[in-house]
């Protein structure tokens, strides 16, 4: 099965490419290093001529009311040459619980990214993912100063990125849900928790104070997975953080 990958130089579309070509599929990772931009759709057609499947992986560059204009134009741009090309299947990486914090700019160009795709004339699966392992770090660094990391106690259930990938994989190779699937981390954290792990195993002295007004979390209920048929992933993240 011949795979266009796109946003397949990135933190997760590098292993979804990795992943579909050691099942035995052709996966070509396409982004804006590699000539192909989804905003003017420059190289788009090319890179998706051939391909049984598109995998979507681009993300904004901003989280700011100007996401809502990258998802829509970029949406419209790959639908349109999908279309052209005879695709059979198109995949979107999501988050989480994403309809339930439509106060975030962000998150409401999301479900607009997931509702362009619904209208659309192409057969398509939606893999919806938890915050990631990976991301934690960052997030930590957005309510810090050289003291202090203010967190909220909001219920997170992080997952690594290489199960992420993982799950988008098996979607990809599969035939299209014309529907969503959850994955997410096996461990549920409240974020303030999960801040005083990382920083213990960092060797960071600072300390974490618990604030439910603190950074984009705090207008989040959560990404704990509580719906039936959700997909568990079998990372830890103490563990991750160990080897990490």
């Given at each position: 099965?011949?795979?266009?990958v ?31 931009d ?32 990258f998802?829509r ?6 639908l ?6 005879g ?43 938890t915050q ?8 930590l ?7 202090t ?15 992420v ?26 974020l ?15 300390g974490?104070?618990?604030d ?7 207008a ?25």
């Open positions: 099965m011949q795979c266009a796109i946003g397949g130089t990135g933190l997760i579309g590098s292993r979804v490419v990795d992943d579909l070509n050691a099942a035995g599929h052709r996966a070509t990772p396409h982004s804006l290093s590699t000539g192909v989804i905003l003017t759709g420059k190289g788009l057609d090319q890179a998706v001529d051939g391909a049984e499947v598109v995998v979507n992986l681009t993300n904004s560059p901003t989280f700011d009311d100007a996401s809502a204009g998802f134009t970029s949406m419209d741009n790959l349109a040459a999908s279309g052209k090309a695709v059979r299947h198109f995949v979107v990486l999501s988050i989480v619980g994403v309809d339930q914090a439509q106060d975030l700019d962000y998150y409401r160009a999301k479900v607009l990214q997931e509702d362009i795709l619904k209208a659309g004339p192409i057969p398509y699966s939606i893999v919806r993912a990631f392992m990976e991301f934690v770090q960052e997030v660094s957005w309510t810090s100063d050289d003291h990391v203010r967190l909220p106690s909001t219920p997170i259930q992080p997952i690594a990125a290489a199960d990938a993982a799950a988008v994989s098996e979607v990809a190779a599969g035939a299209p849900l014309n529907g969503t699937v959850d994955v997410a981390g096996p461990d549920v954290y409240p303030d928790e999960l801040g005083r792990i990382t920083l213990a195993a960092k060797g960071d002295g600072r974490v104070v618990t439910g007004a603190a950074g984009m979390f705090a989040v209920r959560g990404d704990v997975l509580t719906n039936r048929g959700a997909r568990l992933a079998p990372t830890h993240y103490e563990d991750w953080l160990a080897r990490a």
